[in-house]
């Protein structure tokens, strides 16, 4: 296969809205517990939070985190995760029927976030609860003091106040598995009540509302508008989530997942638009995708609510996916898929940071190790700096038994006025061939290339091959196929990789 790709600073999209390379953290499986946090682990803090998992956590440099769930937060009080430990309540966790102990609340998510250096992302309950608790949960995050709830805080130990600017109104309130799910009528009047209640407590804020669960719930579409119908004025995104895995080793349809992403981030544009027409608003809403990433669901017998039968116990291995080099791949295109809408999707988070469907991988009382996985998302968030470019390309096409007239080759580049840089991320989804790439630097100045990675199955590897047993097996390595000549970068892509150049 070939491809050939025009970048040309004069064809810039938007900022790369530095939010786009978020993360997500639910109190889910061992995403907390033995994930971040482990009190007994030889390499807790003395905060209990395990600092081999946060030096992964900071290499890999997500820019925000969104917390605490997820299906979690619509059965949460977050009160039970505030004030001194031993005094928590054990609940149940309806949404993963699990013991919940609270050990890890608030407070101790916002010191993880403070360490990490990224932005916390929070989530209200809009399931079992509704606007007075979205109320005092922000009154105790954001205002300043002399209050009921903001001195509760000060008494718990935070003079000041976390200042949170990002908040989700509830978790896939279309999905029938939530706790207090709700027609998109009953969301869209509880979204824009509770939103304009929290604004009066806080005019900073940037409120998210939840669209579908993934687009093929029978009411995408008709949900995005009416909750927007409802709410409007009131927020300032709305969510996307999605989830993709192989099945039946059809790995040609699983390589070309992002296209459907395009289409559902497409989709939601056009809804929310249409909203905007109708209603004469003037404000655009813009997309949160605040949950996305390969899970191989049907392993785990999809996420709907466990039998009561089944034992309740606190953190169970829940969706603990291994993820390898045909899944890196996948992951670098959709996040090739979010940048080239960053004009329009300014918000995202992958789901999961840690142990679930996560970047990472932690044992209790062992290693942390990065997955196959965590590579793109980490060079992406490092490189992709400036303007998004819209890349003119060429590809040769496949069809797949899902999708046809797939890119072969698919490509995004951001362009850095300021250093005179550009970044170029390049997925070669053919699985048995390498692709000759031409990429025409001219209209970005480019002469030379000043550092490339590849990532693909090496000696000994297959598409399989992931970082469980040898935790180095998979990572970018350095990349020498290519050539610049007259402002003509040529390559030869490995067969199925994930190739990252810099330029000068
Ligand atoms: O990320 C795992 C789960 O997927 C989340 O809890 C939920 O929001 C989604 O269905």
């Given at each position: 296969p070939t491809a050939r790709l025009v970048l040309d600073s004069a064809f810039a999209l938007a900022p790369v809205p530095?939010?786009?390379?978020?993360?997500?953290?639910?109190?889910?499986?061992?995403?907390?517990?033995?994930?971040?946090?482990?009190?007994?682990?030889?390499?807790?803090?003395?905060?209990?939070?395990?600092?081999?998992?946060?030096?992964?956590?900071?290499?890999?440099?997500?820019?925000?985190?969104?917390?605490?769930?997820?299906?979690?937060?619509?059965?949460?009080?977050?009160?039970?995760?505030?004030?001194?430990?031993?005094?928590?309540?054990?609940?149940?966790?309806?949404?993963?029927?699990?013991?919940?102990?609270?050990?890890?609340?608030?407070?101790?998510?916002?010191?993880?976030?403070?360490?990490?250096?990224?932005?916390p992302m929070m989530a209200v309950n809009l399931g079992t609860r509704g606007l007075q608790e979205a109320c005092d949960l922000l009154e105790y995050t954001n205002h300043a003091g002399g209050t009921y709830w903001s001195d509760r805080r000060i008494a718990n130990g935070a003079a000041d106040p976390f200042d949170v600017k990002l908040w989700c109104l509830g978790n896939e309130m279309d999905g029938p598995w939530q706790v207090g799910h709700k027609t998109a009528a009953e969301y869209?009047?509880?979204?824009?009540?509770?939103?304009?209640?929290?604004?009066?407590?806080?005019?900073?804020?940037?409120?998210?509302?939840?669209?579908?669960?993934?687009?093929?719930?029978?009411?995408?579409?008709?949900?995005?508008?009416?909750?927007?119908?409802?709410?409007?004025?009131?927020?300032?995104?709305?969510?996307?989530?999605?989830?993709?895995?192989?099945?039946?080793?059809?790995?040609?349809?699983?390589?070309?997942?992002?296209?459907?992403?395009?289409?559902?981030?497409?989709?939601?544009?056009?809804?929310?638009?249409?909203?905007?027409?109708?209603?004469?608003?003037?404000?655009?809403?813009?997309?949160?995708?605040?949950?996305?990433?390969?899970?191989?669901?049907?392993?785990?017998?999809?996420?709907?609510?466990?039998?009561?039968?089944?034992?309740?116990?606190?953190?169970?291995?829940?969706?603990?996916?291994?993820?390898?080099?045909?899944?890196?791949?996948?992951?670098?295109?959709?996040l090739n898929s979010l940048l080239r809408h960053g004009d329009r999707v300014t918000v995202a988070c992958q789901a999961q940071l840690v142990n679930v469907i996560g970047l990472l991988r932690s044992e209790p009382g062992g290693e942390a190790w990065k997955q196959t996985i965590a590579y793109p998302f980490e060079q992406m968030v490092r490189l992709a700096r400036g303007q998004i470019l819209q890349v003119v390309a060429t590809s040769d096409l496949f069809d797949s038994d899902s999708y046809t007239d797939v890119p072969v080759v698919d490509a995004t580049a951001t362009y850095d006025a300021e250093t005179g840089r550009a970044a170029v991320f390049v997925a070669n989804r053919s699985l048995t061939e390498s692709a000759s790439l031409e990429v025409d630097l001219r209209g970005i100045g480019g002469t030379a290339v000043r550092a490339a990675s590849t990532l693909h199955a090496r000696d000994g590897q297959d598409r399989h091959t992931t970082n469980l047993e040898r935790h180095d097996a998979v990572t970018p390595v350095r990349f020498d196929d290519h050539a610049v000549t007259e402002g003509l970068l040529t390559a030869t892509l490995p067969a199925l990789s994930w190739t990252v150049f810099e330029l000068d």
């Open positions: 530095r939010r786009l390379f978020g993360s997500f953290v639910e109190h889910m499986g061992r995403c907390v517990y033995t994930g971040i946090f482990e009190p007994d682990h030889p390499a807790a803090d003395e905060d209990g939070l395990r600092t081999d998992v946060l030096e992964l956590t900071r290499e890999i440099g997500p820019t925000v985190v969104r917390y605490p769930g997820g299906n979690f937060v619509s059965n949460y009080r977050w009160e039970d995760g505030v004030g001194p430990r031993e005094e928590r309540p054990t609940r149940l966790d309806l949404a993963w029927h699990s013991v919940e102990t609270n050990q890890f609340g608030l407070h101790d998510f916002m010191t993880w976030a403070d360490r990490v250096g990224t932005e869209g009047r509880l979204a824009n009540e509770t939103g304009k209640a929290m604004r009066l407590i806080d005019g900073e804020i940037e409120l998210v509302a939840c669209g579908s669960s993934n687009s093929s719930m029978p009411t995408f579409g008709s949900w995005e508008s009416t909750v927007l119908e409802h709410c409007y004025d009131t927020v300032d995104y709305i969510s996307l989530h999605a989830y993709y895995e192989e099945y039946d080793d059809d790995a040609l349809s699983f390589l070309a997942s992002a296209v459907n992403m395009d289409r559902f981030i497409e989709s939601v544009v056009a809804t929310a638009d249409a909203v905007r027409a109708r209603g004469r608003h003037s404000k655009k809403i813009n997309l949160s995708f605040d949950e996305w990433n390969v899970w191989y669901m049907r392993r785990f017998g999809g996420d709907g609510p466990k039998s009561s039968s089944v034992e309740w116990k606190p953190q169970p291995r829940l969706i603990e996916d291994e993820y390898t080099i045909t899944d890196a791949v996948v992951v670098g295109t959709f």
